[in-house]
């Protein structure tokens, strides 16, 4: 037995996996559309970072766009791009006064990877969840589970967001006694999932119960405020999530049936060991792929959302938000062209940023292909 | 050299000489074939053998020009001896080597399911590969039965006629499609259950209007062997038709080929691994090392008297009850970076000095038995 | 003398499920009733044609898979195996019985009993390329019936995952590797180390040479048996490949549509063999020596399928000499010469 040092041990657990990462960014390396991908997303990561200083905020909450006061009692119409608006400005319908577009889409930035990133986040946590469950178990579970996706799946997704952000409620008021009757359910789905030992399920049940008997009568403790954006966030992965849990379902039923699983049951692992350890880790490479193309169109949709007027409050620095405002002011072909800076410059941001992903994820596509294949 | 491949020539239906082959992979290049040499007399058996990776399925794929890319044939050449006519293969187009595949040379695959298409049925592909390559004789049969029966319109018999004549117009190919051509399938029908049966396949009527799925490996060998065999060609290449079939139903199928040789006197060339399938059916047999014929010699011979090093161990590491198992040391050579000179030498117990650095001659060092080696004067 | 595995009467379906209510509509019957022993430390060969069912069997005696009839018995003393036979012929609902059952019928086990196991049993499948998870370092692979089973984790793992490879000829330089990296004999030593780390008794053996070349072949096969003897190992040798069992095994059984028909000593079995499918099987395999080659009359038809299997014994539609009883009656396990048994009423009648 050698004496490595700590990280002498540590390098060499990893450096067949660095191996690897390093034979995907030399194959990626290789396509100049990835590149083309890459250099996008990188360019917006920057914008986001140097917001601050790009466009100082004004006012508490930096995602407001200010309010040019000075302008707005000059013309009661937006103006297009000058030396002090670089891209112009835009009046909304519901607030008075002139907004940056300019800051509105810094800003916007930072949105767009906002409800991009987390919309994908947690959807994708909750569909491998149940997609893998499902799989793994089959049975009538995997019927109940996927008829209630397949439920989700059959309503048009936009209209199902737009319905859900409409329905929530603003503010969520929860006590102590819900946090935990919350906590217990999911618990309990957990412990019947994946059969732990008996002592589990007791206490389980009595903490079940007894908060059961506390949720008649108790005081208010906890408020959880959402914000518009925030339901829209919510909205989105509740659709999202789906089409990640069928295509989990389609991947881990596949390994299922491999050698290597049911050698594993012969080595003596647990249920939750196999499928962590072993399933995920062969499955989640599709998944993977996908998400990055959704990121993109996460954030159009977003943008739909918002030019419905259904996404963030009406001075928010969103880029869907400021081509919603744009609408009231481009009703004729002439105003098309004399207000092109309120829904242009915006969508060529979102464009851009939708491309940028789109490219990135199929360069992944094309690498993590034959690299599965190699094997 | 030229001397010893013309008389070989004369004599032989199909020869290699030097094949070189390359793969260009991601991992780099593959030097998959390195100087093949072989020959196959008219009505023999060749077999061909060696393990995994040593290039008997990509040299079978060169003779009909189907070495799937990154592969190249980058030297040698193929002669086909047809008829007293003699093709190099490489120098063809792609139509001339399509008329010759399926035709004149036909290939059985090891995976029989894999190579038929799984939405049509067994009938329909068989039938296909007739109508590739027999076109004008069922044309005319079809005429003869019209003629014959008097059932059946005018209108088909003048498309058939047309199909004969113009093939390729456009007129024709609007009067086939209107017409239900009733006689030329069922001609069709008759000959492919007669091929069925041929192979022996029981109740080949119900076995032909199959899927592909629904038949056991033996017989979906079967249909593929009878679909090779439908045009009559001058040679068979069959790539491990029965490793993945049972023990019995290989007895069969070996049985089977041998009965097809006597009655259609075409070359076979086997290849496989199993060296109990090439004493019991071939009758000559050429040894595969890494890319390279290394012996090819009389069955007979080459199991009572081996001379390459790599044929002996061979030999030598058969299993046999009661005796420790011998095996080869070291492993096949990766072929991206091969050794220089004889590619066997690293684990080759007579290894010389100028193994390491000269490849080999292909020479006949007995009477009809060639070796590449070293100790048989494989230098000059 | 007591044997390491007595497996009485095993059965193991395979559901066939249609319909609009995904209901068992018929069963693939892959092992139909097989009762067979193991000695300690002995190679028990298991042939047969694909379809016969010796991969369910193998599979079904590691608890892999759920018997649907007979039991299993690992290391039980005899007297306990009587009693039990005894019990379910004369009182199967007897409340002893059950106790007994859970105690020492593999068949009954399930949660921690059948974590114990596992320990004492393992298995070497075919091919390495699947049995390997693609994605985990060899390390890992090799240390996870330790770390699965609370044997050993950390460095302590690391040690022993290291002594085992050394013994299958591979070493340190091979464990901060994926099993893609090597060639197909080493991945199977990579596999043997795996089943090999937590000690077992006995291994299942399911075709462990059928998917690599043949001078590595020889290779495997003589570090099995060095592997037996260093381990004291009971094998279980499953394979379709008659030459490679007629060298390793000691005994060999030979199984037909989910039976056994021939059980003997590998010797007798080979030179002799009794039962016309054994024969039949043993003619077609071809001999690497054309002097040897001889006019065959192979075995006639096509195995048929398992959903259905024929009536009375399996083989009566293929075979030469089949009487009006064989159509009707399953023939049973006979002795016609020590230590070699054979299901067969032809040849029971002499």
């Excluded at chain 1, 290789?30 to 996008?40: D, F, M, R, T, W």
């Excluded at chain 3, 390793?248 to 056994?260: F, N, P």
Aim: hydrophobic fraction near 45%; charged fraction near 25%; glycine fraction near 6%.
């Amino acid at each position: 037995m050698s004496t490595k040092t700590r990280w002498e041990r540590l390098k060499a657990e990893w450096a067949p996996r660095i191996e690897e990462w390093k034979f995907i960014l030399r194959r990626i390396g290789e396509s100049p559309l990835a590149i083309l991908g890459i250099a996008i997303i990188v360019f917006f990561v920057i914008m986001a970072f140097m917001a601050p200083i790009l466009a100082p905020p004004q006012g508490r909450n930096p995602f407001l766009m200010p309010n040019d006061q000075e302008l707005a009692s000059l013309t009661p119409q937006p103006v297009p791009p000058t030396t002090r608006h670089i891209f112009g400005t835009i009046i909304s319908n519901q607030v008075a006064g002139q907004y940056d577009i300019y800051y509105g889409c810094i800003w916007g930035t930072i949105s767009a990877f906002r409800i991009g990133i987390m919309v994908v986040a947690i959807a994708l946590i909750i569909g491998i969840t149940i997609g893998t469950i499902s799989a793994y178990y089959g049975g009538i579970l995997d019927e109940i589970l996927m008829r209630f996706t397949d439920i989700i799946i059959a309503f048009p997704g936009l209209v199902l967001a737009m319905a859900l952000v409409i329905a929530f409620p603003t503010i969520i008021p929860l006590d102590i006694t819900q946090i935990i009757l919350i906590l217990s359910a999911v618990l309990a789905i957990i412990f019947a999932a994946f059969k732990p030992e008996r002592k589990f399920v007791l206490p389980t049940t009595i903490v079940l119960v007894v908060t059961l008997y506390l949720y008649l009568n108790s005081p208010i403790i906890l408020s959880i405020n959402l914000s518009k954006l925030d339901k829209v966030l919510i909205s989105l992965s509740l659709v999202g999530w789906p089409s990640y849990a069928r295509l989990i379902r389609g991947e881990v039923l596949r390994v299922k049936n491999e050698d290597y699983v049911e050698a594993a049951k012969a080595a003596g692992c647990s249920d939750l060991r196999i499928i962590t350890k072993h399933i995920l880790p062969n499955t989640i490479y599709p998944l993977l792929i996908v998400s990055t193309l959704d990121i993109g169109s996460i954030v159009l949709t977003a943008a739909a959302l918002s030019f419905l007027g259904i996404g963030a409050e009406p001075n928010y620095a969103d880029w869907g938000n400021i081509i919603s405002m744009s609408r009231n002011w481009v009703s004729t072909p002439e105003l098309l062209v004399q207000f092109y800076h309120t829904f242009l410059i915006p969508g060529i941001f979102i464009t851009l940023f939708v491309l940028g992903w789109n490219l990135l994820g199929d360069a992944l596509r094309d690498v993590l292909d034959p690299m599965i294949r190699r094997r | 050299m030229t001397s010893k491949s013309s008389t070989r020539l004369k004599d032989s239906l199909v020869e290699v000489k030097n094949l070189v082959v390359r793969f260009y992979t991601y991992a780099g290049i593959v030097e998959a074939l390195e100087g093949v040499d072989l020959h196959i007399r008219p009505g023999e058996i060749l077999g061909l053998v060696g393990e995994t990776g040593c290039g008997k399925s990509v040299t079978s794929f060169s003779i009909l020009q189907l070495v799937p890319p990154p592969g190249k044939i980058e030297g040698g050449e193929i002669y086909f001896n047809k008829d007293g006519k003699v093709l190099n293969i490489r120098k063809l187009d792609e139509d001339s080597i399509r008329k010759i595949r399926g035709k004149e040379i036909a290939m059985v695959f090891q995976e029989p399911r894999a190579y038929l298409n799984p939405v049509y049925t067994v009938e329909t592909q068989i039938g296909e590969a007739l109508l590739t390559h027999r076109r004008e004789e069922f044309l005319k049969r079809a005429i003869e039965t019209l003629e014959k029966t008097g059932k059946g319109s005018s209108f088909e018999r003048k498309v058939y006629e047309r199909m004969l004549k113009k093939p390729k117009s456009i007129m024709t190919r609007i009067m086939a499609k209107f017409c239900s051509k009733k006689t030329l399938k069922e001609e069709i029908r008759k000959e492919v259950i007669d091929l069925l049966r041929n192979v022996e396949i029981a109740d080949p009527e119900r076995v032909a209007k199959m899927y592909p799925f629904e038949l056991s490996g033996g017989m979906a060998q079967r249909a593929v062997i009878a679909m090779a065999l439908s045009c009559n060609p001058m040679m068979l290449i069959a790539d491990e038709p029965t490793t993945n079939l049972d023990v019995t139903v290989q007895a069969q199928i070996l049985k089977l080929i041998r009965q097809l040789r006597e009655r259609f006197k075409s070359s076979i060339l086997y290849i496989t691994h199993d060296l109990g399938v090439i004493a019991e059916l071939c009758d000559r047999v050429a040894v595969m090392y890494a890319g390279r014929v290394v012996e090819l010699a009389d069955v007979y011979e080459l199991f009572k008297d081996p001379l390459h090093p790599y044929t002996k161990a061979l030999l030598e590491s058969i299993p046999r009850p009661g005796q420790e198992f011998k095996s080869i040391p070291g492993t096949v050579p990766n072929l991206i970076n091969p050794p220089k000179g004889c590619r066997f030498h690293e684990r080759c117990q007579y290894e010389m000095e100028i193994c390491r650095k000269v490849k080999p001659e292909f020479i006949e060092v007995k009477k009809d038995h060639f070796v590449a080696c070293h100790l048989y004067g494989g230098s000059k | 003398m007591s044997s390491l595995i007595f497996v009485r009467n095993l059965k193991k379906y395979y559901p066939i499920i249609g319909g609009i209510f995904k209901r068992r509509i018929a069963s693939v019957k892959a092992v139909d009733g097989v009762t067979l022993a193991i000695r300690r430390r002995e190679t028990f060969g298991l042939v047969g044609e694909s379809g016969c069912g010796k991969t369910t069997l193998g599979k079904t005696i590691l608890r892999l898979l759920k018997p649907d009839g007979g039991n299993i018995f690992f290391g039980a003393p005899q007297e306990v195996i009587n009693e039990i036979i005894e019990l379910e012929k004369t009182n199967p609902k007897s409340k002893r019985l059950k106790k007994m059952r859970e105690e020492y019928d593999l068949a009954t086990f399930s949660g921690e009993k059948l974590l114990e196991l596992r320990r004492r049993m393992q298995i070497v499948y075919q091919d390495p390329t699947t049995s390997l998870d693609p994605r985990m370092l060899v390390k890992d692979i090799v240390a996870e019936p330790l770390v699965a089973q609370g044997i050993a984790k950390g460095e302590e793992a690391k040690k022993l995952v290291l002594e085992i490879l050394e013994r299958v000829g591979l070493g340190e330089q091979h464990l901060y590797r994926f099993p893609h990296e090597f060639s197909g004999g080493q991945r199977q030593r990579i596999a043997i180390a795996r089943a090999l780390v937590c000690r077992p008794e006995f291994v299942v053996l399911d075709e462990p040479t059928s998917s690599v070349d043949v001078s590595v072949r020889a290779q495997l096969l003589n570090l099995f048996k060095d592997l037996q003897k260093e381990f004291d190992l009971t094998y279980l040798f499953i394979s379709h490949d008659l030459s490679v069992v007629e060298c390793i095994s000691d005994r060999v059984a030979i199984m037909y549509l989910g039976k056994i028909v021939e059980l003997a000593p590998t010797y007798k079995i080979f030179k002799s063999p009794l039962h016309p499918y054994a024969q039949a099987l043993i003619e077609s395999v071809p001999i690497p020596d054309p002097t040897k080659r001889k006019e065959r009359a192979p075995l006639s038809g096509e195995v048929p399928s398992p959903v259905n299997p024929p009536a009375g014994c399996r083989f009566h539609p293929r075979c030469p000499l089949a009487m009006d009883v064989c159509k009707k009656e399953e023939p049973p396990m006979t002795e016609i010469e020590k230590d070699h048994y054979v299901a067969c009423f032809a040849l029971m009648k002499r």
